[in-house]
């Protein structure tokens, strides 16, 4: 076992790189053995349910035979390693989570009424820019006074853009067998899952969920707000949303008669006890920082209604309540949760799903609720939804094909061309969603000098880099934006595939900083997660196109430690996925000043308080017109900072057996048809198998 970090020389994509060309791999990681949970321990839950009583639930913690690991200067456990290629940090999941309330200047629209409600029964349009107003919009995105603001439906007959053919929301899904006729739907049955990592826990308010997180979490909670089809934010466990005045604040009324697993009844003292356990989690605590006055921000109005106070106006808040932020737990739970961490692998929710078992990096396994509060209203047919961590998804789609999992979801490339050509199998397919890229540090040389930036973008040979890695399964990326989305900019091209122009930049960079170049290249590090055999690859790819005019190092890093690496801005350039919201105030966080720090959200650590108040403005306002025209604008801000390298369009993929049905279409307790493989993030309790 290696003593420390070791050197190897790495071949690169492309013969005959001459030895003027340098890059070498230094492995920050030692051996690789089986998985186990946090410290090398398994955490293994069980819970008793039935209707004669509310379910206990006991776990245990127990360290795994041979599951110990050495390394010099650390002793962190390996956490599963498989993120498709780029890594995606857990907490980074929170794009979906993010509260769309705004920080930042502007006045509110004036033409607004003073309040308006969104009943569960009377979706706004997010698309249409109504949410939670009492103004519609035309196609050309002008405002049209309604009759009645509580009455607004989120439904137009034409959404703007619709004359180009554009969308508003990523909703689109691309099946890869056409639609046949429905058998009767049948109940019963257990539905296996294949997930890509594993989450660290499951607990809402005190762990990170990323797409198998969420794989795991939507069964057990039903959060306040959700999609529908179209990406129109609804009700959903609560029961409206009631803006007062300019958005600075909204009432929250509940649902009355919600249980949670353990038979409790949900009302507004979980609710602030869940955002209270939030704001004093380091993590979660950052996604509130600026856009709430944590002492005033949450109110109980009465048992079933809360008021909710924002630091700014704020036209879309319900957005916040669609992912883990929506998610609500009991408040005496929360009590015990505190005091005894483990119970954090089996939260108490109140879904159509309940936790069973779980032990940690082998399988999750979740048991219909029988007491479930929507069953009159809503089909949830499976029994058992069983949920696998399969860290390499090559393996994954080969078990589908082999019929031993019944559904995948995967943002690998090889993982989508064996399910694409699995017969028995279809895949649902959204590469509208989600960018991988590559981030570089603006704080630390040598790309604190926009001149290493411009070249390192220029020297990037994005066109191999999609044909060798996505195989043909993700288009190549301009900006954040996907072309069939109302936000993307068509002149904002990635200034990739031009090598001729960096030369001259490093020349004069070099010169102004010998220390930082050898041999009249630029030195710098690529850091990528591993082990891993396709970020390896894709590191090759991207050091032998830099290979001219950089003295490239990749450094492998475990993923937890990248993580925290990126968080504190230990990196030159790392590879990434992040971006591509429903809605696009939810990516604001990952870019605003205020996110630029000790620990940074704003992990290309560049600060641009123009682009900071163009993206305010874009939160509070409901004119979809100027929203477009704004983010237009900041992805010509970002295309010049030079802070992010585009690669491609990721494409989210659900790969079912042909007996698993559902998968889309399913519907809210009030009928709203839900939206489908947003980013990854399916809803499994409404799937039945044939």
């Known amino acids: 076992m290696s003593s420390g970090p070791s050197t190897t020389s790495t071949g690169g994509w492309r013969s005959g790189t001459g030895s003027r060309r340098s890059s070498a791999t230094r492995t920050a990681s030692s051996s690789s053995p089986t998985p186990t949970g946090p410290s090398g321990r398994a955490t293994t839950c069980t819970t008793s349910a039935g209707r004669s009583g509310p379910p206990a639930t006991s776990c245990s913690a127990t360290t795994k035979a041979g599951s110990g690991r050495t390394r ?23 794009t979906s989570l993010l509260v769309a309330g705004a920080c930042g200047g502007g006045g509110a629209d004036p033409s607004q009424p003073d309040t308006a409600t969104v009943a569960a029964t009377q979706p706004e349009s997010d698309q249409s820019g109504t949410a939670g107003s009492g103004s519609g919009e035309d196609a050309t995105g002008e405002g049209q006074a309604a009759d009645d603001p509580a009455t607004v439906a989120g439904d137009t007959a034409q959404e703007p853009g619709a004359d180009d053919g554009l969308l508003v929301a990523p909703v689109d899904t691309t099946t890869t067998a056409p639609a046949s006729t429905e058998p009767v739907p049948q109940s019963g ?4 899952v294949a997930v890509e990592a594993e989450s660290d826990g499951l607990n809402p308010a005190a762990n990170n969920l990323a797409v198998p997180g969420y794989a795991m979490a939507y069964p057990m909670f039903d959060p306040l707000a959700y999609f529908d089809a179209e990406g129109n934010w609804i009700p959903y466990l609560a029961e409206s949303f009631t803006r007062i ?14 249980r949670f ?36 921000f949450i109110r109980k109005l009465d048992r079933y209604t809360l008021e909710l106070r924002v630091a700014n106006p704020s036209a879309r808040f319900p957005l916040a309540f669609t992912g883990q932020l929506g998610m609500v737990l009991p408040s005496e739970w929360l009590e015990r949760a505190a005091a005894d961490p483990v119970l954090n692998q089996a939260p108490v929710g109140q879904g159509p799903f309940m936790i069973e078992s779980r032990i940690q990096d082998e ?56 399910m694409r050509e699995t017969s028995g199998a279809t895949t649902f397919e959204n590469m509208r969603a989600s960018e991988g890229f590559a981030v570089i540090n603006t704080q630390r040389p040598p790309f604190d000098d926009i001149r290493a930036r411009q070249a390192l973008t220029f020297a990037s040979d994005r066109d191999a880099y999609v044909t060798l890695i996505r195989q043909g399964t993700s288009p190549p990326a301009d900006t954040m934006f996907h072309p069939d989305l109302v936000w993307h900019n068509p002149a904002v091209k990635q200034e990739t595939n031009m090598p001729e122009r960096a030369g001259p930049l490093v020349d004069s960079y070099c010169a102004d900083h010998p220390g930082n170049c050898s041999g009249g290249r630029i030195d710098m590090e690529l850091h990528f997660g591993g082990p891993s055999v396709e970020n ?16 490239v190092t990749t450094v492998e890093v475990l993923q937890d430690k990248l993580i925290n690496d990126v968080v504190l801005g230990n990196y030159n350039v790392v590879n990434w996925r992040q971006f591509g919201s429903v809605s696009p105030d939810s990516d604001i966080l990952w870019l605003e000043c205020d996110m630029v720090g000790f620990i940074s959200l704003n992990f290309a650590r560049y600060c641009d308080p123009e682009r900071d108040a163009l993206m305010f403005e874009s939160r509070q306002i409901d004119d979809l017109g100027r929203r477009v025209e704004i983010w237009h604008r900041v ?41 489908c493989n947003n980013a990854g993030r399916v809803l499994l309790q409404g799937v039945w198998l044939s």
């Not at 009302?267 to 005033?296: E, F, G, H, K």
């Not at 295309?639 to 990721?650: K, L, N």
């Open 635 to 675: 992805a010509e801000m970002i295309r010049d900072a030079y802070t992010y390298i585009f690669y491609y369009h990721t494409n989210w993929v659900v790969g079912a057996r042909d007996n698993v049905r559902n998968v889309c279409g399913q519907t809210s307790p009030d009928g709203a048809e839900l939206l």
């Open 536 to 551: 390896t690859r894709i590191a090759e790819v991207q050091a032998d196109s830099w290979g001219d005019y950089f003295n």
């Open 363 to 418: 399988v999750t396994v979740l048991v219909r609720n029988p007491d479930y509060w929507a069953a009159d209203r809503t089909d949830i047919r499976l029994d058992r939804i069983e949920i696998y961590p399969i860290t390499d998804m090559v393996i994954a789609a080969e078990r589908l094909a082999a019929g031993d999992v019944d559904l995948v979801i995967t943002a690998n490339a090889e993982a989508t061309l064996i």
């Open 72 to 94: 010099s200067g650390s002793a962190r456990a390996k956490r599963p390693m498989a993120r498709g290629g780029l890594l995606r940090w857990p907490a980074a999941l929170l």
């Open 189 to 192: 049955g257990t539905l296996r």
């Open 261 to 296: 697993h353990d038979g409790t009844e949900l009302d507004a003292d979980d609710v602030i006890a869940t955002v209270t356990a939030q704001l004093a989690d380091p993590v979660l605590s950052l996604v509130y920082r600026n856009t709430i006055d944590a002492d005033q």
């Open 245 to 258: 005045d300019d958005g600075t604040v909204w009432h929250m009324k509940l649902r009355e008669g919600v």
